[in-house]
């Protein structure tokens, strides 16, 4: 596999890493901790979002990464508009997660601390929104990412 095929292996990883673990947290682990009590279930879930967070700060610097990777290795003007339209999505949805990182999930994790499960439950909520968003804004993405030159 030479220079692009593994740039494009590395985006594809990255990507799969992001919207998937975003689709198990959305449609598995957010229900089946549903059925927990607050001060089980909030603990719980900012310690597992905390975690899947930090692979997703991974993946975010593996795409850009690969991504411009390979916009260098092939041209920057030898692509169609769905490149465009892909990076800018992924923008958004970086952009959308920054703003989770710094604002939501750090208030969840200090209301956990501080054992206030209103407010902690409230950021929680603003996650799974942001999440929500970043899922569906990811799932097209990559639908344009794969079939984009077919459209």
């Known amino acids: 596999?030479?220079?692009?095929?593994?740039?494009?292996?590395?985006?594809?990883?990255?990507?799969?890493?992001?919207?998937?673990?975003?689709?198990?947290?959305?449609?598995?682990?957010?229900?089946?901790?549903?059925?927990?009590?607050?001060?089980?279930?909030?603990?719980?879930?900012?310690?597992?979002?905390?975690?899947?967070?930090?692979?997703?700060w991974?993946?975010?610097?593996?795409?850009?990464?690969?991504?411009?990777?390979?916009?260098?290795?092939?041209?920057?003007?030898?692509f169609g508009v769905y490149v465009h339209v892909m990076q800018a999505t992924g923008i958004v949805m970086m952009l959308l997660f920054a703003h989770l990182w710094f604002a939501p999930r750090r208030r969840l994790e200090q209301a956990v601390a501080q054992r206030d499960?209103?407010?902690?439950?409230?950021?929680?909520n603003q996650i799974r929104v942001i999440v929500t968003i970043n899922m569906w804004l990811g799932t097209f993405t990559v639908l344009i990412g794969a079939g984009g030159r077919w459209l």
């Open 1 to 56: 596999m030479g220079t692009l095929g593994s740039l494009v292996a590395l985006h594809a990883i990255s990507a799969s890493v992001w919207v998937g673990g975003m689709v198990f947290a959305h449609f598995c682990l957010r229900p089946a901790a549903a059925a927990f009590e607050p001060a089980q279930r909030l603990p719980f879930m900012a310690a597992v979002l905390g975690r899947f967070f930090r692979f997703v």
């Open 58 to 78: 991974g993946a975010i610097l593996m795409l850009l990464a690969s991504g411009y990777g390979i916009l260098a290795v092939r041209g920057f003007g030898s």
């Open 117 to 124: 499960w209103p407010t902690a439950a409230h950021n929680l």
